[in-house]
């Protein structure tokens, strides 16, 4: 069999990749064989005993009559979709302000990237001290401006705190996101919009037919790594709220945690970590599937 340069080249490099390839399957396929095999086990803690008993698919089933799973689904479906969609938006828009001559400095990226580069729970501990009914920052402004009256507790009630949840979780991940859709604006050839200006189109219809079309990977990208980042959201609710009140910010993600840590039920709480692994699967997959790019003719 002859093999050609292309061919003789992406075979070397798979032998190159093949042992890393080959230890990050070990180290993240034992961890998802491990929960999956937990999830079909009741696990009993004792004293200072261990018991594991195989009840097959009772965990997955009692999902379908829990209120509380559910709860946590709708809280799940409703934070992903907009915060998606939100960051997706703002961050576009950034980028292209940042792509104008008059936005683009690098003060105006290093002041971007500075809410992405606290880390997580400081980011948490920060918005907590920003919403505090009392000492709060946002409340103490809203007041001198006259905007309120007297200080709101903002995450004392179901609907306000589930969106400062959402609010804050926006404002950590844009600037990744926004960098991320500046790199891919650059890459777009000035040529097309040469060529569309030639044919007349204004601004919005370059936009339409130019940028959005080049930027499809990058934007199925950005979407597919914001999908998982908001199923797998955790430090913010664990700081800011612990799921209340009344459950209305427990996200799929912290109910795991707090069926498995709080009420050591960890058979139950792995068949719940593995709804959420394969919903971002299936996502990923589905969005990769929409948004990755085609050549002519309609192959991928």
């Not at 261990?50 to 999902?63: K, P, Q, Y």
């Not at 402004?141 to 589930?162: C, K, R, T």
Request: hydrophobic letters at 60%; a positive charge.
């Amino acid at each position: 069999m002859i093999w050609t340069f292309e061919q003789r080249r992406r075979r070397a490099g798979l032998l190159f990749v093949a042992p890393g390839l080959l230890l990050l399957a070990a180290i993240l396929g034992f961890p998802i064989v491990d929960s999956l095999l937990l999830s079909l086990q009741r696990v009993q803690l004792t004293g200072d005993q261990v018991s594991h008993s195989w009840v097959g698919l009772a965990n997955f089933e009692r999902l379908a009559t829990d209120a509380v799973f559910w709860k946590a689904a709708f809280n799940t479906a409703y934070f992903a979709v907009m915060e998606v969609l939100l960051v997706s938006l703002i961050s576009l828009g950034i980028a292209l302000l940042l792509r104008h001559p008059m936005g683009n400095s690098s003060l105006f990226r290093i002041m971007l990237i500075v809410p992405w580069a606290i880390a997580p729970v400081a980011n948490a501990v920060l918005w907590k001290w920003i919403l505090n009914a009392n000492y709060g920052i946002l409340n103490g402004i809203l007041v001198s401006l006259g905007v309120i009256d007297f200080n709101h507790v903002w995450l004392g009630s179901p609907f306000s705190a589930l969106n400062f949840l959402l609010i804050v979780d926006v404002w950590k991940s844009v600037p990744f996101v926004a960098l991320l859709m500046l790199a891919g604006l650059q890459r777009v050839p000035q040529s097309l919009y040469r060529a569309a200006y030639m044919d007349g189109a204004g601004p919005f219809q370059s936009f339409m037919h130019v940028t959005l079309p080049s930027m499809r990977g990058i934007l199925a990208i950005a979407i597919i790594l914001q999908t998982i980042w908001s199923l797998r959201v955790f430090d913010l609710v664990f700081v800011l709220t612990r799921g209340g009140p009344a459950d209305a910010t427990v996200l799929m993600n912290f109910l795991a945690y707090r069926v498995t840590f709080n009420f050591l039920d960890l058979g139950y709480g792995s068949a719940i970590a593995n709804v959420i692994f394969a919903l971002t699967l299936l996502i990923a997959a589905l969005y990769v599937w929409l948004l990755w790019p085609r050549e002519p003719g309609g192959r991928r």
